[in-house]
């Protein structure tokens, strides 16, 4: 995770705000002068409409950091206000720049007038009673999926969480459908809302100069939005082999499990048997599919504990590991200011994440370090996000991002892939390398959790862009969404869905109208970043193996794609690291190779497919 600026997503709260009497202003203005703008007036729009952002976003993030570490009554209500300030009037920027759509301007002025136009999420129409019903209706679904909760018959009613959990644990597979119904009564009532929400927001994208909302979250990637989705479908294509295995063998063992009734072999998997509400990763089922064979695994926590290692020395090791590649120190007000520990006496949000409160060099992790190897994990993930966010701290506003939305996580995770044993014996955790034969039951382990997301993170926009396309009618929003279930993931619903069930509105992101593409593509970039890495690092062994730790060569190739930030196309920063501007899953199948080969051999006999 990490704290975006409050650019993209604030968009839809800025909704709330009465701003529509400028907007309208802003339109009018647009349809009158349109014969008078010139590439100055462009020019000078976009410099001065960032120096405005830029002073009304400090507050704001320095008042959102408040917040989240010191949850009460004033910082929520201070932090809500000026957040919505900024995010109202960059809206109101942003339809102002669309006012320069037919106006001749250099390559650099344009790209930075079409990041601001395309920063919406959901556009608000001109029309202020449409505007405001909107804003209305996407703060009523996100409250309607926040309150979710499920009352059994008997027993007491359950939260998201106690079902989560109970998710990962459960093993009978009649309290697992139980859980799962019971969550997905949330969603029927968010549908009408959602279809309402759908002709609203595509209105304003139609002002904007798209077809449809559709149109306008495809057009955020520097490629014709036609394009988009079948680049994507390619890059699946070349996983899909390796889901393929995976898939055939976690579906003969829980057929072992529960019963070859319970699943039957030649269908897809029932939704609710896989360790997580959505079925979108199988980390939690590791113990039911994971290799018989008695493994070496080292275990970090304890290694961590034995060393003598605390909370900060865990961050300490985390910034020398970037330190070895070449990079600065971290300042010190990263850590005067940074949230390390869970404060005794206040209510904070754990949740871990990275920021930079003054885009410049105030960088500060949010966490509430537990002694773990699984978080000494994420401290090097946050930090990941920490040095992006430096290293394009230099460049105009809008270009202050990573390079498309996958990129940010895909740093972070790219950092992650590089704590391996190797990397652990180095810095002095480990005395021993586990020699290769203990490999399968760790990538069993990854790729339960990022190879089975994976399908996930392609259907759920899919689903989305026919829904807003009009390709997909509200009558058939049910329907579509199983069948991109089952042509994707290979996993079905476990009976038969309601016509009226909107299972979509189960799951946080659709009635939060939160993009999901980036996590795909977080997903695939990742592991093509690692290997490239890795081959300038001069790691000839196996890449799931490899640690970039020490390599400065690595560190400088990183560091040239981290520094251009959104400046360019995003093809142009994958190719200035991997030497190709296309995506390419070849290393999510070089990473996984020794778990292909034992998966195939598992799967000799039985039948795969769904
Ligand atoms: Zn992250």
């Given amino acids: 995770m990490f704290r975006q600026k409050i650019t993209m997503p604030a968009l839809v709260v800025a909704m709330a705000l009465g701003t529509v009497s400028c907007e309208q202003q802003a339109q009018n203005q647009a349809q009158g002068n349109a014969q008078a703008l010139t590439a100055e007036d ?56 669309a006012k320069f759509n037919d106006i001749q ?15 919406f999420v959901l556009a608000p129409p001109s029309e202020s009673a449409k505007s405001e019903r909107l804003a209305k209706l ?23 969480g106690d079902m989560t959990a109970k998710m990962a644990k459960v093993r009978d597979h009649k309290q697992l459908l139980d859980i799962w119904q019971g969550w997905r009564q949330i969603s029927p009532p968010m549908k009408p809302l959602y279809e309402e929400l759908v002709t609203l927001a595509n209105e304003g994208a139609q002002e904007l100069g798209f077809e449809d909302t559709s149109d306008l979250w495809r057009g955020k990637y520097d490629m014709p939005a036609e394009e988009f989705g079948p680049e994507l479908d390619r890059t699946w294509n070349q996983v899909k082999p ?40 199988w980390g939690n089922i590791y113990e039911l599919v994971k290799p018989e064979q008695k493994m ?10 034995d060393k003598g290692y605390d909370e900060i020395k865990m961050v300490k090791q985390a910034e020398s590991f970037f330190s070895s590649l070449g990079f600065d120190p971290l300042p010190e007000t990263f850590w005067e200011r940074s949230q390390f520990t869970k404060p005794r006496d206040r209510d904070v949000i754990c949740h871990a994440s990275a920021w930079n409160i003054d885009d410049k060099d105030d960088l500060r992790i949010k966490m509430c370090i537990q002694k773990t190897g699984e978080e000494f994990n994420v401290i090097h993930h946050e ?22 939305d996958g990129f940010h996580e895909a740093i972070g995770d790219t950092i992650a892939l590089s704590i391996t044993p190797k990397y652990l014996k180095k810095i002095g955790l480990i005395e021993n390398i586990p020699d290769a ?48 279930r089952e042509k994707y993931q290979g996993v079905r619903a476990p009976i038969e869905r309601p016509a009226d069930a909107f299972d979509p509105g189960a799951k946080y992101h659709v009635p939060g109208n939160t993009p999901y593409t980036r996590y795909f593509l977080a997903h695939i970039l990742q592991f093509q970043f690692h290997k490239a890495l890795c081959e300038i690092a001069g790691d000839t062994g196996p890449i799931h193996r490899c640690s970039i730790y020490g390599s400065k060569e690595a560190g400088n190739a990183l560091n040239a794609m981290l520094e251009m930030g959104q400046s360019r196309p995003w093809q142009e920063a994958l190719e200035s690291l991997t030497g190709s501007p296309q995506m390419d899953a070849t290393a999510v199948l070089d990473y996984f190779a020794p778990l292909k080969t034992w998966l195939d051999k598992q799967n000799e006999g039985r039948q795969c497919g769904f």
């Avoid at 070496?296 to 504990?305: R, S, Y």
């Avoid at 992006?388 to 809008?398: D, E, H, I, M, T």
């Fill in 437 to 484: 034969s203990n490999d399968i039951g760790m990538l069993m382990q990854v790729a339960l959790d990022k190879i089975a997301f994976i399908p996930f993170g392609l259907m759920v926009d899919q689903w989305r862009w026919k829904v807003f396309s009009g390709e997909v009618k509200p009558e058939d929003y049910n329907k579509a969404w199983w069948e991109l």
């Fill in 105 to 119: 301007v250099d390559a650099d002025t344009r790209r930075q007038l079409n990041l601001l136009v395309n920063s």
């Fill in 42 to 97: 462009a020019r000078n729009f976009i410099t001065n409409a960032q120096a405005e952002l830029e002073k009304l976003q400090l507050p704001a993030v320095q008042a959102a950091w408040a917040y989240a570490t010191y949850i009460n009554q004033d910082t929520s209500a201070v932090s809500a206000y000026l957040s919505e300030k900024f995010s109202s009037r960059q809206a109101e920027l942003a339809k102002e720049a």
């Fill in 296 to 305: 070496t695994v080292p275990n970090v926590t304890k290694a961590l504990k």
């Fill in 383 to 404: 930090l990941g996000h920490n040095y992006y966010q430096r290293a394009y701290n230099q460049l105009p506003l809008v270009y202050r991002g990573s390079a498309n």
């Fill in 242 to 281: 390796f889901y393929d295995a995976l898939h055939c063998h976690v579906r003969a063992k829980l057929g072992e499990h529960y019963g070859t009734d319970v699943v039957p072999q030649d269908q897809p998997i029932p939704a609710h048997l896989l360790g997580n509400m959505w079925a979108q990763t």
């Fill in 138 to 160: 996407s703060s009523e679904l996100d409250g309607m999926y926040g309150k979710g909760k499920y009352c059994p018959e008997k027993g007491e009613c359950m939260s998201l």
